[in-house]
């Protein structure tokens, strides 16, 4: 409790200083998590090599440090957005495409969001250049402190609706059908097998949630990816893409690949700033040994 509080106060009073010089501290912090962080590194250096192996060890090497910087920055900068004036917000966060889709669309919209280090600034531009409310599930935190400033966080712009992971999704379809909500949704973890198959992503079989597809579907939803990066001198930048064409179709193992081939494309512009550090390839299938 006492080192969630302690670092909570961190980014509070982070939260006052110029773009830049959180910039710069959180590359600060990502380099010592680096250092110390092990386990998470051997995880983004596994997950690299698995995805990209193309690269040799040095180059693997390089991007893993760069991507720590990135992480750090996340972390710091959470900060920003959990207490930062909304003005302030608004002035740091570059938006391109078309952000007003949702409120023009005649049917729900999912918004599809891969894991970028930006994540956090792209479900603060749902909220603050748009006017369609978002639902999005919501996975609880471990420590009951931390759990509650990262709900108000993400609930403070009053545009969101969150929805607890572990619950039914009868609720969150409800809503969507009766309120009209869009759905930021974030496809690309694994969560085990349980509604997941066995999809490719960057060749490698993945546990890969099928349910974004077949909600798509059952719901006549719009899909229109999103993608957030973060900016070197601080500040992010959130792409609003055009909908993808044909997407949801009647095939949702199809659909799931096309999913993470287009993430694929996206990660291989911005590699540094995927979220390396989760285990991509944890689940794996019947009889088949851990790859990490």
Partial sequence: MIGARLALGFLWLVH??????????????????????????????????????????????????????????SIVERGLLWYAPQARIQ?????????HLAERSQVPV?????HFMALEAAAAAVQLFQTRRAATIYQAQSNPVFDAVVRKGRERFGGSELFKRQDSAKPLIRAIRQQGLGFFNLPDMDFGIK??????????????????????RMLGM???????????????????????????SD????????????????VRRNPAQYLWVHKRFKTRPAGEPSLY
Avoid at 54 to 70: K, N
Avoid at 197 to 206: H, I, K, L, N, S
Avoid at 228 to 234: R, S, W
């Fill in 222 to 248: 719009t899909v229109q990816p999103v993608v957030a990066e973060m900016l070197p001198q601080g500040g992010w930048r959130v792409r609003f893409l055009p909908p993808l064409p044909a997407w949801p």
């Fill in 195 to 216: 509604d997941a198959a066995f999809v490719p992503f960057f060749g490698v079989p993945a546990a890969t949630l099928v349910a974004p597809s077949r909600m798509a």
């Fill in 110 to 114: 999912m918004w599809l969001v891969p």
């Fill in 16 to 73: 006052w200083l110029p773009a830049r010089a959180q910039a710069g501290l959180g590359s600060a912090v990502g380099w010592l998590l680096h250092a110390m962080a092990t386990q998470r590194r051997r995880i983004a250096t596994r997950n690299i090599e698995l995805c990209l192996p193309e690269l040799d060890a040095a180059a693997r090497a390089r991007l893993v440090r760069e991507h720590f910087r990135w992480l750090g920055r």
């Fill in 91 to 99: 002035r740091l966060i570059e938006v391109e495409g078309d952000v």
């Fill in 251 to 266: 095939d949702a193992l199809a659909d799931t690949l096309r999913m993470n081939q287009w993430i694929e494309a996206e």
